[in-house]
């Protein structure tokens, strides 16, 4: 059994988070990017409904940092080799996914392979050109798709229904109403809430198969310069009672 995600978010969602990525990264000449990056895949993850109960993001914009390190330096000495064949975007997508948290606590996984994404890009990338730009839809779509079902959960790999079609008519209106509008339908964030609605409807994650403690929001205490020992920190029982780490619990 599959069960389609649903995107929540709003225009403002897009439009502010996009106005201060833009802001600290000029402001910083660039170094903000990572940050702005970790941010944004943050805001889509939370905005994004499985079982009606929002998806967590835990990647953080000095893990991106180190990430997009590791690509320049790699595609600085492979004189570009690393991020044409794929395996820039293979190790982006990987991170993406290794970072992405269901409601239930478990982990998305990414297991596509560089020279499928390089064959997959090249052939959206000929067909696009060949047809003056016609094919761009299909063939984002047949991205998507690979992209999509080559990232699993607990093995079993995601779906993906949407088609060329349903893309071309997104980009339509989403053209037409910037058009109508002046630019302002796109410049808002309007157009990218309709194109991420089409994505993340259209894909389709399994059932887990079994349940695990949801990964909690906050990160527990470290240390006693943090706040406190965990080994001593108080927890409720399923029952509403408060008990001590170092009180003996049912639950043991």
Partial sequence: MHINLEFRGRWNDIFLNLLLIGILSTITLGLYTPWGYARWKRMIATNTYFDNRPLQFDGSGGQAFVEFL??????????????????????????????????????????????????????????????????????????????????????????????????????????????????????????????LRWEIEN???????????????????????SGGIPDLEKRVRPTGQVYSAAEPSDER
């Avoid at 067909?127 to 699993?152: D, M, P, V």
């Avoid at 993906?160 to 053209?175: E, H």
């Avoid at 894909?203 to 310069?225: D, E, F, K, Y």
């Fill in 70 to 195: 590791i690509i320049g330096a790699l595609s600085l000495i492979t004189l570009g080799l690393y991020t044409i064949l794929g395996f820039a975007g293979v190790r982006l997508l990987r991170w993406e996914t290794a970072h992405t948290i269901l409601p239930t606590g478990q982990r998305l996984e990414y297991r596509g392979g560089a020279i499928d994404l390089f064959f997959e890009n090249f052939v959206l990338a000929l067909f696009s050109a060949l047809t003056l730009g016609i094919y761009f839809f299909w063939g984002y779509t047949r991205l998507r798709r690979h992209i999509i079902t080559n990232t699993t959960l607990d093995g079993e790999p995601l779906g993906f229904t949407g088609s060329g079609v349903q893309f071309l008519v997104v980009a339509l209106l989403n053209g037409l109403l910037s058009a109508i509008t002046l630019g302002f339908y796109a410049i808002l964030g309007f157009a990218s809430v309709r194109q």
């Fill in 203 to 225: 894909t389709l994650v399994p059932m887990p198969q079994r349940s695990r403690a949801p990964m909690p929001v906050i990160s527990p205490p470290l240390s006693a310069l």
